[in-house]
C-alpha cells in the first residue's frame, strides 16, 4: 500500500484538472435554471466512476435531480462499503464577494494552505472531497489494492434537504446493502489534529411571513397606528430567545439529551484556542447559550437563528413606508433526542401564540432531518482510527459536528448500516461562503487515507 504515495506523486495533476472540470459545472440544486447543469455533473460523475474502475454505473431520475450509483462487486462474500458523497452545491450568492467567479477554479496559497488551494463552489462542500473517493478508488483497482466491494450513491439534493433521496433509499433498499456507509462531507480539527466526526445536529427548517394591512401604507400617514410587520416579526423573534440566550418555545429542550460530565471533560481535551477563533473571525467575543462553551455551543446543543429576513424598502436612498408584509427564514439546529417534526409543531404554535390581533403570521415549514451520534467502538470507527493513523502519524480526536446531514440517520433506520464520517475540509474554508476553498494538500491527504481504511475494514471484519 506504500505505493499509494508513489501513485499520489504520479497522478496529482491529472487529479486536480479532473476536479477543476467537475467544479466548472454550475450544480446549484435549489435553483431550477441549472437543472441542465445538475444533468450534467450527474453524468460527469457517472463518467468517471466507470473510468475509476466500477463495473457499472448509472444515472437514476427521481422525481427531483438524478442520484448516481455505482459499483464494484469483487467478491459476494467480502465486506461492501458504500461511499455516499453529493454533486450538489449551495447557491455562490453573494457574487460580488468573490473574488473570482464561483465556476471558474483558480489555485490560490493561503497561510493555511502554503501548498495552495483550489477555490470555487463546491471545491471543499462537497465535490472536492466526494471526489477523493473516486480517485482513491482509481488508484485501488489500477494497483490491485481493492480489498472488498464497493457501492457509490452520489446525490443531487443534498442542500436543499434531500427530499428523494428518501424515497431512492427506500425504492433501492437491496441494491444499497452494505457494511459500512463512507462518506467525506465534514471537516476536521486541522491539518496537523485529524479527527473523525462522530456526530451531527438535526434541523428543522422554517419560514414565517407576517401580514399587517392589505396594502404598503404611507408611514407618516398611518405609521404609529397600524402594526407594522417589520417591527413586529422583530419582536416576535427577539421573544425566542430569553437573556441567557436560551430557546423559550415550550417544551424546546424536553428530550434533549444532556451529555454526562466526563464527556463534557472529555470534549473540553479537544484543542481549541478561543482567541484564535475570534481572530479567525474578527469578532470581539463570542455569544450564546449560558453556562456552555463555544466548543459545545457548536456541536451539543440546539440552537434557533435567523437566516434571512426580508420586507418592505431596500433599494437605494429612503422611501416612507409601512410594509404590509414581513418575512423571515429560521433555522433550528437540534440534538438527540429532539424530533425535528415535533420541534417545528412547537415552534408554530410558540410563534403563532406571540402574534397580536394586529396582524396575521403564518409558519411555513421547510426540510427537516433528525440528528445522528455514532459510537467509537464499531469496526467502521477503528478502521476508519488506523487509515489516519497510518497517513498522519496520529490518532484522530472523535468529535460531534455542529453541521447536518439529514439522510445519514435515515441510512441508519433504513439500511441498518454504521457511517463513518471521515472529512477533510477546515472550518475556514468558508463552505456555503463566498471564496470558498480546498486545500490541495487536503485533497491528497483523503485520497492516500481512504485505500487505508478499506484495507483495515477489511481485516478487522475477518476477525
Ligand atoms: N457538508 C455539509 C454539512 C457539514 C459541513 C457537516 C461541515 C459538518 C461539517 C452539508 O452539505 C450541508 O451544508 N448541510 C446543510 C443541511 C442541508 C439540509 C441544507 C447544513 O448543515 O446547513
Ligand atoms: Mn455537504
Ligand atoms: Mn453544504
Not at 453529493?86 to 473570482?100: A, E, F, G, I
Not at 446543543?301 to 437566516?307: F, Y
Request: net charge negative; hydrophobic share 35%.
Amino acid at each position: 500500500m506504500d505505493s499509494i504515495k508513489e501513485y499520489l506523486e504520479k497522478n496529482k495533476d491529472r487529479f486536480l484538472d479532473e476536479l477543476v472540470d467537475l467544479l466548472k459545472i454550475p450544480s446549484i440544486s435549489a435553483d431550477p435554471a441549472y437543472k441542465g447543469d445538475m444533468l450534467k455533473a450527474a453524468d460527469a460523475v457517472k463518467a468517471r466512476l466507470l473510468e475509476a474502475g466500477c463495473d457499472m454505473a448509472e444515472v437514476s431520475p427521481t422525481p427531483g435531480h438524478p442520484v448516481v450509483y455505482a459499483e464494484k462487486i469483487i467478491d459476494k462474500n467480502l465486506p461492501t462499503v458504500l461511499v455516499y458523497g453529493h454533486y450538489d452545491v449551495q447557491p455562490p450568492d453573494p457574487l460580488d464577494l468573490w473574488n473570482s467567479p464561483p465556476f471558474e477554479p483558480v489555485i490560490k496559497e493561503t497561510k493555511i494552505h502554503p501548498e495552495g488551494a483550489i477555490y470555487a463552489r463546491g471545491s471543499c462542500d462537497d465535490k472536492g472531497q466526494m471526489y477523493m473517493h473516486v480517485k482513491a478508488l482509481e488508484y485501488m483497482t489500477k494497483n490491485d489494492e481493492l480489498p472488498c466491494n464497493v457501492k457509490f450513491m452520489i446525490e443531487g439534493e443534498e442542500e436543499v434537504g434531500s427530499e428523494h433521496l428518501d424515497w431512492f433509499i427506500k425504492e433501492n433498499k437491496e441494491k444499497l446493502q452494505n457494511d459500512v456507509i463512507l462518506i467525506s462531507d465534514t471537516g476536521m480539527i486541522s491539518k496537523d489534529t485529524p479527527s473523525i466526526t462522530t456526530g451531527l445536529r438535526g434541523l428543522s427548517y422554517v419560514e414565517v411571513e407576517v401580514t399587517g394591512a392589505n396594502r404598503d401604507l404611507h408611514s407618516g400617514l398611518y405609521g404609529g397606528a397600524v402594526a407594522n410587520p417589520l417591527n413586529i416579526l422583530s419582536q416576535m423573534i427577539a421573544q425566542l430567545t430569553d437573556e441567557n440566550n436560551h430557546i423559550t418555545i415550550p417544551g424546546f429542550y424536553d428530550n434533549v439529551k444532556n451529555l454526562s460530565d466526563e464527556e463534557r471533560a472529555k470534549m473540553a481535551e479537544a484543542p481549541f484556542s478561543l482567541k484564535e477563533y475570534k481572530e479567525k473571525l474578527d469578532i470581539k467575543d463570542v455569544h450564546g447559550e449560558k453556562g456552555y462553551s463555544t466548543l459545545e455551543r457548536g456541536s451539543i446543543r440546539p440552537t434557533l437563528d435567523v437566516n434571512g429576513m426580508w420586507g418592505g424598502y431596500i433599494g437605494e436612498g429612503a422611501k416612507t413606508v409601512l410594509p404590509s408584509k414581513a418575512y423571515a427564514k429560521i433555522s433550528m439546529r437540534l440534538v438527540p433526542n429532539q424530533d425535528w417534526k415535533e420541534i417545528t409543531e412547537l415552534f408554530k404554535k410558540h410563534f403563532e401564540s406571540l402574534a397580536p390581533d394586529s396582524v396575521i403570521v403564518e409558519v411555513k415549514p421547510h426540510h427537516g432531518g433528525y440528528p445522528y451520534v455514532t459510537p467509537i467502538d464499531t469496526i467502521g470507527y477503528q478502521a476508519a482510527s488506523a487509515a489516519y493513523e497510518e497517513t498522519f502519524g496520529k490518532i484522530p480526536i472523535p468529535q460531534r459536528s455542529g453541521g447536518s446531514i439529514p439522510i445519514v440517520s435515515l441510512f441508519e433506520k433504513e439500511l441498518e448500516s454504521k457511517i463513518i464520517l471521515m472529512g477533510f475540509g477546515l472550518d475556514t474554508d468558508a463552505i456555503h461562503s463566498p471564496n470558498e476553498h480546498f486545500g490541495i494538500w487536503n485533497y491528497l491527504k483523503g485520497i492516500e487515507t481512504i485505500p487505508w481504511f478499506y484495507k483495515h475494514f477489511t481485516e478487522m471484519s475477518k476477525k
